[in-house]
């Protein structure tokens, strides 16, 4: 398998950040060169799902704007290309945010309306008093597809200023705060159980279901002024920092140093948080002291030291030494790129 990558040179630094951080930038751009030349094949990334082809698109829009290229503009021309029938059937109501994301974040407001507008379906108050359903089937509402309205609703505000979008966040959050989706270890579990009583399902607590509303929450602050939306972003990172680190490194629950559990779906979750962590604190202009951001840059460290193989490629596994099990595929390296492209956005 590592025979197959092309390692490629470095490209120009970008002047537009202080010294520290340059490296976390310079890293980036190496890990998207590598990335596409890789695996973005014929304007896609194979059998990869479409929601991994839209955060890649995500991370890699926001390298364009960090080092001052724009190398990656077209990705999401034809990442989706395979997908659409997929994605537009209605089917995967979080699959269509991160769609959505990708494509406000790429400039395509009617794009990303399409494809909110179709998560906006699954609103519904009739099981468990609100929020949104995961799928078609109508039966489970769970974390990922709610905490992501939160932002997309947020992000949407944000371009339109158009007030129904604000409403819907706080909707969505009021919701989401009153439901008993949050474990008592502060992160939030899968999904609530569809038995009737919307109990905590003890699913399990991914790192993405962590940051996917932070972006939101920022936003909730930046235009209501909401203190408390600033205290329950830091509590939330507080319990991933408390709960989900091994030695200072995030840990996916499904890996270890000797074995890997994760699907390309799990190793693409914790460049989400990281960089969805980089998007809150970028929105909302609220660390504690350097923590967060400390935490970010802490995160892409490991992932120089211990994820490492061929120069420029990286492995899922960022808290320790490869025991024998990490795997380098196209979300593992989406992953890295997404947490280094944070760890560049924090001042050094
Ligand atoms: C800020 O972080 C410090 C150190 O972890 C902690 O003691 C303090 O409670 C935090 N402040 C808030 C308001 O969360």
Same mark, same amino acid.
């Given at each position: 398998?590592?025979?197959?990558?092309?390692?490629?040179?470095?490209?120009?630094?970008? %002047?537009? &950040?202080?010294?520290?951080?340059?490296?976390?930038?310079?890293?980036?751009?190496?890990?998207?060169?590598?990335? *596409?030349?890789?695996?973005?094949?014929? @304007?896609?990334?194979?059998?990869? *799902?479409?929601?991994?082809?839209?955060?890649?698109?995500?991370?890699?829009?926001?390298?364009?704007?960090?080092?001052?290229?724009?190398?990656?503009?077209?990705?999401?021309?034809?990442?989706?290309? %395979?997908?659409?029938?997929?994605?537009?059937?209605?089917?995967?109501?979080?699959? &269509? *945010?991160?769609?959505?994301?990708?494509?406000?974040?790429?400039?395509?407001?009617?794009?990303?309306?399409?494809?909110?507008?179709?998560?906006?379906?699954?609103?519904?108050?009739? =099981?468990?008093?609100?929020?949104?359903?995961?799928?078609?089937?109508?039966? =489970?509402?769970?974390?990922?597809?709610?905490?992501?309205?939160?932002?997309?609703?947020?992000?949407?505000?944000? &371009?339109?200023?158009?007030?129904?979008?604000?409403?819907?966040?706080?909707?969505?959050?009021?919701?989401?705060?009153?439901?008993?989706?949050?474990?008592?270890?502060?992160?939030?579990?899968?999904?609530?159980?569809?038995?009737?009583?919307?109990?905590?399902?003890?699913?399990?607590?991914?790192?993405?279901?962590?940051?996917?509303?932070? %972006? @939101?929450?920022?936003?909730?602050?930046?235009?209501?002024?909401?203190?408390?939306?600033?205290?329950?972003?830091?509590?939330?990172?507080?319990? &991933?920092?408390?709960?989900? $680190?091994?030695? @200072?490194?995030?840990?996916?629950?499904?890996?270890? $140093?000797?074995?890997?559990?994760?699907?390309?779906?799990?190793?693409?979750?914790?460049?989400?948080?990281?960089?969805?962590?980089?998007?809150?604190?970028?929105?909302?202009?609220?660390?504690?002291?350097?923590?967060?951001? @400390?935490?970010?840059?802490?995160?892409?460290?490991?992932?120089?030291?211990?994820?490492?193989?061929? %120069?420029?490629?990286?492995?899922?596994?960022?808290?320790?030494?490869?025991?024998?099990?990490?795997?380098?595929?196209?979300?593992?390296?989406?992953?890295?790129?997404?947490?280094?492209?944070?760890?560049?956005? *924090?001042?050094?």
């Amino acid at each position: 398998m590592l025979s197959t990558f092309a390692s490629l040179a470095l490209l120009a630094s970008s %002047p537009l &950040v202080s010294a520290t951080c340059q490296k976390y930038v310079d890293a980036a751009v190496t890990a998207a060169a590598n990335l *596409q030349a890789t695996y973005f094949v014929g @304007g896609s990334y194979g059998s990869q *799902q479409p929601w991994i082809n839209a955060v890649g698109s995500f991370h890699l829009t926001e390298l364009d704007t960090l080092a001052g290229i724009s190398t990656y503009a077209g990705v999401i021309d034809t990442t989706f290309n %395979p997908w659409f029938g997929q994605l537009d059937n209605g089917d995967s109501f979080d699959d &269509v *945010q991160w769609v959505s994301i990708a494509y406000l974040r790429a400039g395509n407001l009617a794009q990303a309306q399409k494809y909110y507008d179709i998560a906006s379906t699954a609103v519904s108050t009739d =099981y468990c008093g609100g929020g949104l359903f995961w799928n078609g089937n109508h039966d =489970y509402k769970n974390a990922i597809t709610n905490e992501l309205y939160i932002t997309t609703s947020g992000y949407m505000y944000d &371009v339109t200023k158009n007030g129904q979008y604000l409403t819907n966040l706080q909707n969505t959050w009021n919701w989401l705060k009153a439901s008993k989706m949050m474990g008592s270890n502060g992160l939030y579990n899968d999904g609530l159980s569809n038995d009737g009583k919307c109990n905590n399902n003890g699913g399990t607590q991914w790192t993405y279901n962590q940051g996917a509303l932070l %972006p @939101g929450l920022a936003y909730l602050y930046k235009y209501t002024g909401d203190e408390s939306a600033i205290q329950s972003a830091w509590a939330i990172m507080d319990a &991933v920092i408390m709960g989900m $680190t091994v030695n @200072g490194g995030l840990r996916e629950s499904c890996e270890s $140093t000797t074995a890997n559990f994760c699907n390309a779906d799990q190793q693409t979750f914790k460049g989400i948080l990281v960089h969805y962590m980089s998007w809150f604190l970028s929105v909302s202009g609220r660390d504690n002291g350097s923590k967060y951001s @400390g935490f970010i840059m802490a995160q892409a460290d490991k992932i120089l030291q211990f994820s490492t193989g061929p %120069p420029g490629f990286y492995s899922n596994l960022w808290y320790d030494a490869n025991g024998g099990a990490a795997t380098w595929t196209a979300s593992s390296q989406a992953s890295a790129l997404g947490a280094l492209v944070a760890a560049g956005q *924090q001042n050094c």
